[in-house]
């Protein structure tokens, strides 16, 4: 009878035997961990807060004396909005030439231009920039990164400082209606030019339903390769009867051409062997050097060599038949190619038709967009009050530990991940050792019994 497993005791006893083992791939991940905490160069955080405040909602003036003025509520949209103009480019641009004439040291090639180094400054800083809207609220959250905290610090005052100088040029109202003017102008010469880019396309491509005409092509193709196949087989058993009758005319064995379905050589083929035929049995009764042998023999020539003139002049039609069979062949293979080249451009025309119909559709909703704001714009301009104003909450303040790597956080998951994966290893090891290590094991898998063991 087979002993079930003592597994608790096996865990240990497996535990206890590779413990070397696990000691060392718990060492090295555990060390590993540490030297990255200790040496991985420290990043610290600086983090700050803004407030959107609600104003007068924009109304049309004819309706001023009217309705009474409300106070425009700030919705999810209006948050990210601002955090767009917060990770703006151009805000970045600004924020990187303010630390640049600070003195400020970003990375940059040796042999960059004062262009390109202000570019790299830009997108390093917009790389370390962060914002998010807090929940269940009107706040803003803007977090950067730097190696050290002072200049994290710094980064962020200049950010914020940019930015409400950027927002307040943008949300003038002047300033306002010329720059959603000029993105409506933009926008309508970008919406003619793609236009007048599809209609060309749909000129080029001769057909305004690009799909239907690759789907007549399709089937028409289906016919073609139908016809196709069909003469394919057509031309291999013509050329085969060719062959054929080539390898009987080579051989001189004109009883082979029964198989020709033709009166005239199925006349002459009878004639001669009628003849052939005549002659044996004449050959029976007179000596083959015989007048009467050799008439016959002579008469067997002639119409052999008629019945070789006729075969000859139907292989040449059978041929000519063939080749006719070969231009059709190549006929249908060229138009084949042909449906295969037009559907490839009808589908680069439908491919390219698509992405500008795409295109004319955001085109039309900016354009929407941007003459709704220019009108809001205008109306703004008999308006004191704005829509809704920006204030900081919390001014910029970096963190004295650094927000990453998180040290203790680290060499405790590296300490536990050493464990867990140093075990693993142990098992591992283990599983694969098929060594008997106990007298249960010779009895469970060799049905002896254990009678005593040799201690090492």
Do not use: C
Not at 225 to 241: I, P, S, T
């Amino acid at each position: 009878m087979r002993k079930s497993n003592d597994y608790l005791r096996n865990f240990f006893t497996i535990f206890f035997a590779r413990k070397f083992t696990i000691g060392l791939v718990a060492l090295a991940i555990g060390a590993g961990a540490i030297l990255f905490a200790l040496l991985y160069p420290p990043i610290y955080g600086a983090s700050a807060s803004v407030i959107l405040k609600g104003g007068i909602a924009l109304k049309n003036p004819e309706s001023i004396e009217r309705i009474q003025s409300e106070i425009s509520t700030i919705n999810e949209t209006d948050l990210f909005s601002e955090i767009e103009i917060i990770q703006a480019n151009v805000v970045a641009e600004m924020t990187a030439q303010a630390l640049m004439n600070l003195g400020f040291e970003f990375k940059s090639g040796l042999m960059d231009t004062p262009e390109k180094k202000q570019q790299r400054a830009a997108n390093q800083i917009s790389a370390v920039i962060e914002a998010g809207i807090n929940p269940r609220s009107n706040t803003i959250a803007i977090q950067t990164s730097w190696n050290n905290p002072q200049k994290a610090k710094t980064i962020l005052e200049v950010l914020l400082e940019k930015y409400l100088d950027y927002r307040s040029q943008i949300f003038q109202p002047r300033e306002a209606e010329a720059f959603f003017a000029d993105q409506l102008e933009k926008f309508s010469n970008e919406l003619q030019q793609k236009e007048n880019e599809l209609n060309q396309l749909t000129r080029e491509s001769q057909t305004p339903i690009a799909d239907s005409e690759m789907q007549s092509n399709l089937l028409n193709m289906k016919n073609l390769e139908r016809q196709l196949f069909d003469l394919k087989q057509a031309y291999y058993d013509q050329k085969f009867r060719v062959d054929l009758m080539e390898a009987d005319i080579r051989s001189g064995e004109t009883s082979y051409f029964s198989y020709i379905n033709d009166p005239q050589i199925q006349e002459l083929s009878n004639l001669v062997l009628e003849i052939i035929k005549q002659r044996n049995e004449t050959a029976r009764i007179f000596h083959p050097e015989s007048k009467k042998i050799q008439n016959y023999d002579k008469q067997i020539e002639k119409a052999l060599g008629s019945f070789k003139k006729e075969i000859s002049k139907f292989i040449l039609a059978e041929k000519s038949e063939l080749e006719n069979i070969n231009q059709k062949i190549s006929f249908v293979e060229n138009q084949i190619k042909a449906l295969k080249k037009e559907n490839m451009g009808l589908f680069e025309a439908s491919a390219k038709s698509k992405m500008l119909e795409r295109q004319i559709a955001v085109l039309e909703d900016s354009y929407t967009t941007f003459s709704q704001r220019l009108e809001e714009s205008k109306i703004s301009n008999t308006q004191t009050n704005r829509l809704f104003s920006v204030s900081i909450l919390a001014r910029p303040e970096a963190s004295d530990a650094p927000v990453f790597p998180d040290r203790n956080k680290v060499i405790f998951m590296g300490i536990l991940a050493g464990i867990i994966l140093g075990i693993a290893a142990g098992f591992l090891v283990e599983f694969f050792d098929h060594t008997f290590k106990s007298p249960e094991d010779v009895e469970n898998n060799t049905g002896m019994v254990y009678i005593f063991s040799i201690p090492e």
